[in-house]
Nanobody, 123 residues
């Protein structure tokens, strides 16, 4: 089983910064695309940013120029550096990864979700 653990959320004033982390452990063979999603109260979960195994990135228009996604493949860890935060960035942030893992001696494909970490930006 794969167990992701998120950290780094919290309360910050507008214009401030936070750094989220998501570390996955377990019988992981390889992780392909990793990403951050967020869900604000009363809204659907939305994509924030993704990063491929080779480092190619993609961002939602609303966070371009403010957020930076990165990964450490050796540690199976995903990061999200969030600068110049705005009240509209307030949400629960979830990490996601598409991976291959070992189960019962067989390689399988699947994806994992983090437990979510609350980010609150005050005005």
């Amino acid at each position: 089983q794969v167990q992701p653990v998120e950290s780094g959320g919290g309360l910050v004033q507008a214009g401030g910064s936070l750094r989220l982390s998501c570390s996955a452990s377990g019988s992981i063979f390889a992780i392909n695309v990793m990403g951050w999603y967020r869900q604000a109260p009363g809204k659907q979960r939305e994509l924030v940013a993704t990063i491929s195994a080779s480092g190619s990135t993609n961002y939602a228009d609303s966070v371009k120029g403010r957020f930076t996604i990165s990964r450490d493949n050796a540690k199976n860890t995903l990061y999200l550096q969030m600068n110049n935060l705005r009240p509209e960035d307030t949400a629960v942030y979830y990490c996601n990864g598409a991976l291959r893992y070992s189960s019962g001696g067989t390689l399988r494909e699947g994806d994992y979700w983090g437990q979510g970490t609350q980010v609150t930006v005050s005005s």
